[in-house]
């Protein structure tokens, strides 16, 4: 897998990485990592929040 940064996103990812006190590539696979789970909770909040609303109309429709 190659990520290309230009020189200013290389720089503020080893600022970063140093920070965190690790390796440049544990720092950008965790990034990664973390936002892959993020994104797989974003997409089940927003199921959720369709199934809800679909169960809701139905009911109301029922009612009807």
Do not use: G, I, Y
Not at 17 to 30: G, M
Not at 42 to 61: C, F, G, I, K
């Amino acid at each position: 897998l190659n990520v290309p940064f230009d020189d200013a996103e290389m720089a503020v990812v080893r600022t970063a990485a140093q920070d965190a006190d690790q390796s440049l590539k544990d720092f950008v696979r965790d990034a990664a990592l973390q936002r892959a789970d993020r994104h797989k909770q974003q997409v089940a909040a927003a199921a959720t929040r369709v199934a809800q609303r679909s169960a809701e109309l139905n009911r109301r429709l029922r009612e009807q």
